[in-house]
């Protein structure tokens, strides 16, 4: 716990005004996780799409797609 730090002056909001709106926030998130998927050791990436890919829920198996895409070729 001692590598938590506090972020001086963090400001996060979420705009959830309309159905458009969440929609491109979880977009932003996605690419978020994207960017930080990319940044993982290839061992740590098919481990993550492995647990994703597990379980027969289709919202994780379209989320393992998307997050192939940020994988080196």
């Known amino acids: 716990m001692s590598q938590i730090r506090y972020i001086e002056g ?11 709106d969440v929609a491109s ?23 993550m799409l492995i647990e994703l890919t597990q379980y027969d829920f289709e919202p994780f198996l379209k989320l393992s797609k998307e997050l192939q895409q940020f994988m080196l070729k």
């Open 25 to 47: 926030e979880v977009t932003a998130l996605k690419l978020a996780l994207g960017l930080m998927f990319a940044r993982l050791p290839d061992a740590e990436k098919n481990q």
């Open 10 to 20: 963090l400001r996060l909001a979420t705009n959830c005004n309309d159905i458009a």
